[in-house]
């Protein structure tokens, strides 16, 4: 089996900052990319921001200049700083892996099991 486990969510005013966790574990070969993903009430998940083995990463335009994705590669890994949050930022986020089990196993999305973001006054 594989495990996603988030952390850090919680509670922050307007302009404040969280730092997200993510550990990857289990039965697992080799992570490709990974990335945060975030859900708010009414609306379609959507991509926040990703990274690969390599380091590339990609955001989404609303959060560029304001978050930054990391991951630790030997540990499995992966980090989401959250600065200058503003309420528009309020959502279930979410930590996603693209990964293989076994060395001819298929590429597979992995889910979290999501962690709640509230920015408020």
């Known amino acids: 089996q594989v495990q996603l486990v988030e952390s850090g969510g919680g509670l922050v005013q307007p302009g404040g900052s969280l730092r997200l966790s993510c550990a990857a574990s289990g039965s697992i070969f080799s992570i490709n990319s990974m990335g945060w993903y975030r859900q708010a009430p009414g609306k379609q998940r959507e991509l926040v921001a990703s990274?690969?083995?390599?380091?590339?990463?990609n955001y989404a335009d609303s959060v560029k200049g304001r978050f930054t994705i990391s991951r630790d590669n030997a540990k499995n890994m992966v980090y989401l700083q959250m600065s200058s949050l503003k309420p528009e930022d309020t959502a279930v986020y979410y930590c996603?892996?693209?990964?293989?089990?076994?060395?001819?196993?298929?590429?597979?999305?992995?889910w979290g099991q999501g962690t709640q973001v509230t920015v408020s006054s």
């Open positions: 996603n892996a693209d990964l293989r089990r076994t060395p001819r196993s298929r590429w597979s999305a992995y």
């Open positions: 990274i690969t083995t390599g380091g590339s990463t």
